[in-house]
């Protein structure tokens, strides 16, 4: 079976073939927190700060708990930091370096985390379907097509929550729980276990919370 070749030469300039697909689901993460922020009447040039300062951490965070685990020596480490075009991703590192930032800012602006959370949680659904088809043209692998349609199917799911006015953080606990499962199908266990039982972890600290607050509401109702 055909497939792209990993890396395409424009005018001398080699460009990584993924890295494309990763910059297109940027794009629409970007389009998305843009749209549905603009709906919740948030700032649309903070939006995109918080959008550029957490992708940037998330990369820098994702290289320093990479190194952490591959380097043996102080020279190697700041390399591996340094040199993001070379291959070494951690997820776990990715997705703390990505939310901290959003909650300083959203404590910073005095914005709900959990609407935020919500916003970037459609986003990156979008994101990782299209990031999914780079997996198709480079691995010629289809299985990835079903990939595709699942993340689609999150992307729904989430615009779906936010259409009935669910309460702020149940679209984020969801797109938690749905990715480890997903990407536990998809990519197996193996090196990411940590980072799957973190994104359930983190999925049921966040509904319970809600929850607890949901309820506390309710019965505040109640006894008035």
């Given at each position: 079976?055909?497939?792209?070749?990993?890396?395409l030469?424009?005018f001398?300039?080699?460009i990584?073939?993924f890295?494309?697909?990763?910059?297109?689901?940027?794009?629409?993460l970007?389009?998305?927190?843009?749209?549905?922020g603009?709906?919740?009447?948030?700032?649309?040039e903070r939006?995109f700060?918080?959008?550029?300062?957490?992708?940037f951490l998330s990369?820098l965070?994702?290289?320093v708990?990479?190194?952490?685990?591959?380097?043996?020596?102080?020279s190697?480490?700041?390399n591996?930091?340094i040199?993001?075009?070379?291959?070494?991703?951690d997820p776990l590192?990715?997705?703390i370096?990505?939310l901290?930032p959003?909650?300083?800012?959203?404590?910073?602006?005095?914005?709900?985390?959990y609407?935020?959370?919500?916003?970037?949680?459609?986003?990156f659904a979008?994101?990782?379907?299209?990031?999914?088809?780079?997996f198709?043209?480079?691995?010629?692998?289809?299985?990835?097509?079903?990939?595709f349609?699942?993340?689609?199917?999150?992307f729904?799911?989430?615009s779906k929550i936010?259409?009935?006015?669910?309460?702020?953080g149940?679209?984020?606990c969801?797109?938690?729980?749905l990715n480890?499962?997903?990407?536990?199908?998809?990519?197996?266990?193996?090196?990411?276990?940590i980072?799957?039982v973190?994104l359930v972890t983190?999925g049921?600290?966040v509904?319970?919370?809600?929850w607890?607050i949901?309820?506390v509401?309710t019965?505040?109702?109640f006894?008035?």
């Open positions: 079976m055909l497939s792209l070749p990993s890396q030469n424009f001398n300039i080699t990584n073939t890295g494309i697909f990763i910059f297109l689901g940027f794009l629409f970007a389009f998305i927190v843009w749209k549905e603009k709906k919740d009447g948030f700032d649309e939006l700060d918080i959008l550029l300062t957490a992708s990369v965070f994702s290289r708990f990479y190194a952490f685990g591959n380097s043996i020596t102080a190697a480490f700041f591996q930091v040199k993001i075009w070379t291959v070494g991703f590192g990715a997705l370096g990505f901290l959003v909650l300083i800012f959203s404590k910073l602006w005095k914005w709900s985390f609407r935020i959370a919500d916003i970037f949680s459609m986003g979008l994101a990782f379907s299209i990031v999914t088809l780079g198709v043209g480079l691995q010629a692998n289809f299985n990835f097509l079903f990939a349609a699942c993340w689609i199917f999150v729904a799911l989430l936010r259409g009935n006015k669910f309460r702020s149940y679209g984020f969801l797109f938690l729980l480890a499962g997903l990407g536990w199908y998809f990519f197996g266990a193996g090196e990411y276990l980072f799957y973190s983190l049921f600290i509904f319970l919370f809600r607890r949901a309820n509401s019965t505040s109702r006894i008035k």
